[in-house]
C-alpha cells in the first residue's frame, strides 16, 4: 500500500509538472504571438482576414476580374472557388504568425457597426516582411472599381504603413507601380513615398513583361532593438 501510494503521489507530480510545462509554453506562444490587427480611419476600417471571408474574396474577385486583370500576374486554376480561399487564408494566418506577411482587408468603416452593410473594397499585402539587417517589406494593393478616385485606398494604405512602421517596428516598406496606372502612383505620392527609379521589364502581369517605378518610405521613428 505504501509502494502503491508513493507511486500515486509521483504520478501526481509528473503529470502536474507536465501540465504546468504546457501552460508555460502555451502563455509564452500566446505572449509571443502578434494579435490581429483592426485599424480604423475617418472612413475606413481595415482588418486581418477571417476564415470566413473567403465567399467576400470571391465576391470581389469575380466582380473585379476584368479590372484588375490588367496589373496582376495569371492566376492558378481553382482561384474563385471556395476551397482555394480557405486554405489560402488559412496559410496567411500562418504566415503571419511567423512574421512572414500581413494581409488587410478593405471596407468601409459604416461595416464595423453594420456588417451587412459592407462589401470587401479592396486588399493591402505586405510580402514578403524581411527581418534584420533589411528590416522591410513590399507593399500591394487592389482596389474594387467602384471604389477608385475616391481616396479608400490612399487611407486604407496610410494605416498599414503606419502599422507596419509602429508595431513591426520596420526601417523601410517598398512599392511599386506600373507607369501606365497612375492612380497607383497617386496613391504612393500621397503617402510621401519617394522614386527610387524605374526597373525596366520587371513583372509580367496581363500579358507582358511591364516597367515599374519602385518606390520607398522610410520609418522616421525606427528603434534599433
Not at 502578434?34 to 465576391?59: C, K, N, Q, T, Y
Not at 533589411?134 to 503606419?162: F, H
Amino acid at each position: 500500500e505504501k509502494m502503491g501510494f508513493r507511486a500515486n503521489g509521483e504520478t501526481r507530480q509528473h503529470t502536474q509538472g507536465v501540465r504546468t510545462f504546457l501552460l508555460t509554453v502555451l502563455e509564452k506562444g500566446l505572449a509571443n504571438r502578434r494579435v490581429f490587427p483592426s485599424l480604423v480611419g475617418p472612413r475606413v476600417w481595415v482588418r486581418f482576414p477571417r476564415m470566413g471571408d473567403a465567399s467576400e474574396v470571391i465576391d470581389f474577385r469575380t466582380r473585379n476580374a476584368t479590372h484588375l486583370e490588367p496589373w496582376e500576374p495569371a492566376r492558378p486554376e481553382g482561384f474563385r472557388t471556395e476551397l482555394f480561399w480557405r486554405e489560402n487564408l488559412r496559410r496567411v494566418t500562418d504566415e503571419f504568425d511567423a512574421e512572414k506577411i500581413a494581409l488587410f482587408h478593405v471596407y468601409e468603416k459604416e461595416a464595423l457597426s453594420r456588417p451587412e452593410a459592407g462589401k470587401l473594397l479592396g486588399h493591402i499585402t505586405a510580402s514578403p516582411i524581411f527581418p534584420m539587417p533589411r528590416s522591410s517589406c513590399n507593399l500591394g494593393y487592389s482596389t474594387d472599381e467602384r471604389a477608385q478616385g475616391k481616396g479608400i485606398m490612399t487611407e486604407a494604405a496610410g494605416l498599414v504603413v503606419a502599422y507596419l512602421f509602429k508595431e513591426w517596428n520596420l526601417h523601410k516598406v517598398e512599392a511599386g507601380f506600373p507607369l501606365e496606372n497612375p492612380g497607383s502612383g497617386r496613391v504612393l505620392e500621397k503617402l510621401g513615398f519617394e522614386r527610387i527609379g524605374l526597373a525596366r521589364r520587371h513583372v509580367f502581369v496581363g500579358g507582358r513583361w511591364k516597367d515599374i517605378m519602385l518606390t520607398s518610405k522610410f520609418n522616421p521613428e525606427w528603434l534599433n532593438k
